[in-house]
T-cell receptor
Framework: NAGVTQTPKFQVLKTGQSMTLQCAQDMNHEYMSWYRQDPGMGLRLIHYSVGAGITDQGEVPNGYNVSRSTTEDFPLRLLSAAPSQTSVYFC???????????FGDGTRLSIL | KNEVEQSPQNLTAQEGEFITINCSYSVGISALHWLQQHPGGGIVSLFMLSSGKKKHGRLIATINIQEKHSSLHITASHPRDSAVYICAAVSGNDMRFGAGTRLTVKP
């Protein structure tokens, strides 16, 4: 079972570059979410989606865009990368926010 | 002040000891999650609680909604329990996390 698949696992960008972090799940989960994890700060919710076509902002949405065109996929876009976005990014899915979350393996992103 | 506070930040125990990790939250919640993050970075969901108590093997999670407090207990701790334990408070579709408790269990 694939579960939640994140790509890439590692990425280095230059300031100002754009990129998309991919997240896919094969469990037919409606709720998907993106988090960033920084030392000493813990996990913080960036954006979430409660179903195809529906997205909303979390605690730290600035600098990130998301879309949910299918149930399976929930990509996270950095439009103009900044060093402050250097972090480890996790995607997760569940039936809804009150159900156990299934996490991807994470993407370690460095912005130079 | 963080909306979700965990204590202690770091915990070192000897194998076999009983472990308690605490989580307090200030927001109204619909559920509370306990997560385990392995040294390699992967995150696993341990429990989802909305009331009372849940048990899975040597792990027990409790929540007191009135006191806005949850605890994670590990009985007969083992070195393989060494990890970061994270609580997360769910309010609607939003989720706020504690900073985590780093547990090291020595043989």
């Amino acid at each position: 079972n694939a579960g939640v698949t994140q790509t890439p696992k590692f990425q280095v960008l230059k300031t100002g570059q754009s990129m998309t972090l991919q997240c896919a799940q094969d469990m037919n989960h409606e709720y998907m979410s993106w988090y960033r994890q920084d030392p000493g700060m813990g996990l913080r919710l960036i954006h979430y989606s409660v179903g195809a076509g529906i997205t909303d902002q979390g605690e730290v949405p600035n600098g990130y865009n998301v879309s949910r065109s299918t149930t399976e996929d929930f990509p996270l876009r950095l439009l103009s990368a900044a060093p402050s976005q250097t972090s480890v990014y996790f995607c997760a899915s569940s039936r809804d926010s009150n159900q156990p979350q299934h996490f991807g393996d994470g993407t370690r992103l460095s912005i130079l | 002040k963080n909306e979700v506070e965990q204590s202690p930040q770091n915990l070192t125990a000897q194998e076999g000891e009983f472990i308690t990790i605490n989580c307090s939250y200030s927001v109204g919640i619909s559920a509370l999650h306990w997560l385990q993050q392995h040294p390699g970075g992967g995150i696993v969901s341990l429990f989802m609680l909305s009331s009372g108590k849940k048990k899975h093997g040597r792990l027990i999670a409790t929540i007191n909604i009135q006191e806005k407090h949850s605890s994670l207990h590990i009985t007969a701790s083992h070195p393989r329990d060494s990890a970061v334990y994270i609580c997360a408070a769910v309010s609607g579709n939003d989720m706020r996390f504690g900073a985590g408790t780093r547990l090291t269990v020595k043989p």
